[in-house]
């Protein structure tokens, strides 16, 4: 990311966040759209034991500019276009581009590529559960296989940095692309104990209930989602729907828990001065009621009403 999207960031975080990306895979089905989900491992140290998006860190090699400009479905000039915006350049969001495909790949063993040969990506989804993927594996799979990132499947979906009370803080761009045909969904069995396909109002009361714990940014991505009842829907808009600005909750320690703040909420630029607020039950609210805050309920983020009074 350049040094002039970095500023806006920094100053909010003990340390800077590290650059990340999540891909929202969608299918349609009898019952309307599906997201998939993945279970992290107890293990994990970032939200163990939720269920998340496909996604994770962006590594060195997803930076390899002058590589990947090469095995792109798209022009840079192209990527400028359909991925750059709100002082971010092409060559900016490209290595997140590749980042979410590698770990979508890595996690749930979906390939977004341009028509990859069946006997290539089988032989790497049989890496993938067996022996395991070699560091370089997906710059050997586009060199060996011809077959390029396929950077038209992804469209932009929204920008979100945690919060600065939370131990690892990441500046993460989510995706969205439709599951590509011929292709099935696994989980790792490593960082990813679990996957499921589930619709975004299933989602959200599940994860009242329990059985399918989500993190901040699932739940409000979910909420999102309601308004989009198909793929059709959905396509109709993503390729211009732009980045925005980026998503920075702020979050509340107080006596009754873990308070996250929306940058939405009526009281987002001061809340962080307001530590004595008071949350109990009463204030949870239904799965698909719009909300501007979450609280830590019980190992679980809820959605929840503002407080009477000035909070």
């Not at 069946?118 to 997906?138: P, Q, T, V």
Request: glycine share 6%.
């Amino acid at each position: 990311m350049n040094t002039n999207a970095d500023h806006r960031f920094i100053p909010l975080f003990q340390k800077d966040p590290r650059p990340a990306a999540s891909l929202i895979l969608v299918r349609d089905s009898v019952s309307g759209l599906q997201t998939y989900l993945l279970k992290r491992s107890g293990k994990s140290k970032f939200f163990p034991g939720s269920f998340v998006f496909p996604g994770g860190a962006v590594d060195e090699d997803d930076r390899a500019f002058q590589f990947w400009k090469y095995h792109l479905d798209l022009s840079m000039e192209e990527v400028e276009h359909r991925f750059g915006g709100n002082g971010l350049s092409g060559t900016d969001v490209l290595p997140y581009c590749v980042a979410a495909i590698r770990e979508t790949f890595e996690e749930a063993g979906v390939l977004i590529a341009s028509n990859p040969p069946d006997h290539a990506y089988e032989r790497a989804c049989g890496l993938r559960l067996s022996k395991g993927l070699e560091k370089l594996w997906l710059k050997n799979f586009v060199s060996s296989s011809g077959c390029p990132l396929s950077l038209t499947s992804l469209s932009r979906w929204s920008h979100w940095v945690t919060p600065k009370l939370m131990k690892y803080h990441f500046d993460t761009f989510f995706f969205v692309a439709i599951m590509p045909e011929g292709q099935t969904c696994a989980p790792d069995r490593n960082e990813t104990d679990e996957g499921l396909w589930i619709s975004p109002g299933e989602a959200l009361a599940a994860n009242l209930d329990g059985t399918v714990p989500l993190t901040p940014p699932t739940i409000v991505t979910m909420h999102e989602l309601l308004a989009c009842p198909d793929t059709a829907t959905l396509k109709i808009n993503w390729e211009t729907k732009p980045w925005g600005e980026a998503r920075l909750p702020r979050m509340i320690n107080s006596e009754s828990g873990s308070l996250i703040v929306e940058p939405w909420d009526t009281r987002y630029s001061c809340c962080e001065k307001d530590q004595d607020i008071r949350i109990d039950e009463s204030m949870i609210l239904p799965s698909l009621e719009s909300f501007s805050r979450l609280w830590l309920h019980r190992g679980l983020w809820k959605p929840v009403r503002s407080a009477i009074g000035p909070y």
